[in-house]
């Protein structure tokens, strides 16, 4: 296993005796955690090899109230700032944050900063937010984010912390997804570098659920349950139309898991493209080929494709966001006008309907999942950020709530692995060919077994 080092950074000894449940109060002995509770990286094992490893670089430290504080919260400031795109769930971990703050640790000055790392710039002079309990009571119910959002401005470090010192901020909550993190881990080592005392904590915030270290990040699971609803309607059409083709369109820049779980949890899609996998569009075993032939074998099809799938096949526009992303062509339209050119050219009738939810699902509100999902991770992280930690992410590890340091969660991109269960369990679903492409015979040494899933 790859050595790791999960260590996490604190602004020093916390000293001091502060719960809002005393030791004698806690009957059910749950209110606290120490720092030498930790959860196992990596947990699998094979029988008869040696024995789980409880080295240091496969521990991480398990997130909770710890029984003494570094901050005293009648001295707290606290910051909230929410980045990048929307995403199901922001209001709910900004609702979170401010009752954990309020009612478990008695601090009483909360600010929200306007529109993502905007809001710590004095050059856009945006007003400041005040947070308290009856401003956030019922956002949990709205989509977006009572913040307001922007992408880029990830640097400009030193302009930040000046804000930051000058508004005698002492801890920053960060919401967001891997640029935002890069963005949290510059501040706290720039914190650091002035001697400052701020604590800054990252929520993990990508709908695509790409972040590394993190099971899984807030708003996927509501991402997954609207873009059922239009495989739903996508499936209606193919299939009370004349060969009907339905094409949904869902994010995933890089990764698919929207696509994936997707298309387990309805069960009506036949074709799932993701970025991780290549698929030939021409050729006897690719897509347009596969196509026809589902058409006459059932009379409908339904393709679910994420966003960064198939990009090779259109120019690159060398474009890109505020927050350094570039500017993917839209691949659902590309295999619209594609496959409507293949059946045109073969003289078949078809009848397809095109839909990208994309937007209506980034702005909607969480599910149940989702909110309890939320509100868990916002009160873990004040925990963390009460305890004097920094430079750190909340994140959900084998089901457990841990600290994971920025450095690591921004280290490398999640994504579907081919060669492992998930796209097997996919393709089984749908009954897809494992490769939408022609196979390549390949030699393999008689004494060489295939690797594990």
Same mark, same amino acid.
């Given at each position: 296993?790859?050595?790791?080092?999960?260590?996490?950074?604190?602004?020093?000894?916390?000293?001091?005796?502060?719960?809002?449940?005393?030791?004698?109060?806690?009957?059910?002995?749950?209110?606290?955690?120490?720092?030498?509770?930790?959860?196992?990286?990596?947990?699998?094992?094979?029988?008869?090899?040696?024995?789980?490893?409880?080295?240091?670089?496969?521990?991480?430290?398990?997130?909770?109230?710890?029984?003494?504080?570094?901050?005293?919260?009648?001295?707290?400031?606290?910051?909230?700032?929410?980045?990048?795109?929307?995403?199901?769930?922001?209001?709910?971990?900004?609702?979170?944050?401010?009752?954990?703050?309020?009612?478990?640790?008695?601090?009483?000055?909360?600010?929200?900063?306007?529109?993502?790392?905007?809001?710590?710039?004095?050059?856009?002079?945006?007003?400041?937010?005040?947070?308290?309990?009856?401003?956030?009571?019922?956002?949990?119910?709205?989509?977006?984010?009572?913040?307001?959002?922007?992408?880029?401005?990830?640097?400009?470090?030193?302009?930040?912390?000046?804000?930051?010192?000058?508004?005698?901020?002492?801890?920053?909550?960060?919401?967001?997804?891997?640029?935002?993190?890069?963005?949290?881990?510059?501040?706290?080592?720039?914190?650091?570098?002035?001697?400052?005392?701020?604590?800054?904590?990252?929520?993990?915030?990508?709908?695509?659920?790409?972040?590394?270290?993190?099971?899984?990040?807030?708003?996927?699971?509501?991402?997954?349950?609207?873009?059922?609803?239009?495989?739903?309607?996508?499936?209606?059409?193919?299939?009370?139309?004349?060969?009907?083709?339905?094409?949904?369109?869902?994010?995933?820049?890089?990764?698919?898991?929207?696509?994936?779980?997707?298309?387990?949890?309805?069960?009506?899609?036949?074709?799932?493209?993701?970025?991780?996998? +290549?698929?030939?569009? $021409?050729?006897?075993?690719?897509? #347009?080929?596969?196509? !026809? =032939? /589902?058409?006459?074998? *059932?009379?409908?099809?339904?393709?679910?494709?994420?966003?960064?799938?198939?990009?090779?096949?259109?120019?690159?526009?060398?474009?890109?966001?505020?927050?350094?992303?570039?500017?993917?062509?839209?691949?659902?339209?590309?295999?619209?006008?594609?496959?409507?050119?293949?059946?045109?050219?073969?003289?078949?009738?078809?009848?397809?309907?095109?839909?990208?939810?994309?937007?209506?699902?980034?702005?909607?509100?969480?599910?149940?999942?989702?909110?309890?999902?939320?509100?868990?991770?916002?009160?873990?992280?004040?925990?963390?950020?009460?305890?004097?930690?920094?430079?750190?992410?909340?994140?959900?590890?084998?089901?457990?709530?841990?600290?994971?340091?920025?450095?690591?969660?921004?280290?490398?991109?999640?994504?579907?692995?081919?060669?492992?269960?998930?796209? +097997?369990?996919?393709? $089984?679903?749908?009954?897809?060919? #494992?490769?939408?492409? !022609? =196979? /390549?015979?390949?030699? *393999?040494?008689?004494?060489?077994?295939?690797?594990?899933?």
């Amino acid at each position: 296993m790859k050595e790791l080092d999960f260590s996490i950074s604190v602004l020093g000894e916390p000293t001091i005796q502060r719960s809002a449940i005393s030791e004698e109060e806690d009957v059910w002995y749950t209110s606290h955690v120490s720092d030498d509770q930790y959860i196992l990286y990596d947990i699998a094992v094979t029988r008869g090899t040696s024995e789980a490893c409880f080295d240091r670089s496969n521990l991480i430290e398990k997130a909770g109230p710890r029984e003494k504080i570094y901050f005293e919260p009648a001295k707290v400031h606290a910051g909230v700032i929410t980045c990048g795109g929307l995403c199901p769930g922001l209001n709910d971990v900004i609702r979170a944050i401010v009752m954990t703050l309020w009612y478990r640790y008695g601090v009483k000055r909360i600010s929200g900063f306007r529109y993502g790392y905007r809001g710590i710039l004095s050059r856009f002079n945006l007003p400041v937010m005040e947070l308290t309990p009856d401003v956030v009571t019922k956002i949990h119910n709205l989509g977006g984010t009572i913040l307001g959002a922007s992408r880029g401005y990830g640097d400009y470090i030193e302009e930040k912390v000046d804000f930051l010192e000058r508004m005698n901020v002492n801890m920053l909550f960060a919401i967001g997804g891997d640029g935002t993190q890069k963005g949290a881990l510059n501040i706290s080592e720039e914190a650091k570098k002035r001697g400052l005392k701020i604590s800054v904590i990252g929520i993990p915030k990508t709908i695509d659920n790409d972040l590394s270290f993190v099971q899984k990040t807030f708003g996927f699971e509501t991402a997954v349950s609207r873009a059922v609803d239009a495989v739903a309607c996508a499936h209606v059409e193919a299939h009370d139309g004349i060969n009907g083709i339905g094409i949904v369109k869902v994010m995933g820049r890089e990764s698919g898991f929207i696509a994936a779980h997707t298309a387990m949890a309805i069960n009506d899609v036949n074709y799932v493209l993701i970025p991780e996998v +290549r698929f030939a569009l $021409e050729g006897e075993n690719g897509l #347009l080929a596969n196509l !026809e =032939r /589902r058409l006459e074998q *059932r009379n409908h099809v339904v393709i679910l494709v994420a966003e960064g799938a198939g990009q090779e096949y259109m120019k690159n526009s060398r474009a890109s966001d505020a927050s350094g992303n570039v500017q993917f062509n839209d691949i659902g339209i590309y295999l619209k006008e594609r496959i409507s050119e293949y059946f045109k050219k073969k003289g078949i009738e078809i009848n397809m309907k095109y839909i990208d939810p994309s937007y209506m699902i980034r702005s909607a509100p969480a599910n149940s999942n989702d909110s309890i999902y939320c509100a868990r991770l916002g009160a873990h992280a004040v925990h963390a950020a009460m305890a004097g930690k920094t430079g750190m992410i909340i994140s959900l590890i084998h089901s457990q709530f841990v600290h994971i340091p920025i450095r690591l969660a921004i280290s490398g991109r999640k994504r579907i692995d081919p060669h492992k269960e998930l796209w +097997r369990d996919v393709t $089984e679903v749908t009954g897809q060919p #494992l490769l939408l492409q !022609e =196979r /390549r015979t390949r030699s *393999r040494s008689p004494d060489k077994k295939r690797s594990p899933d």
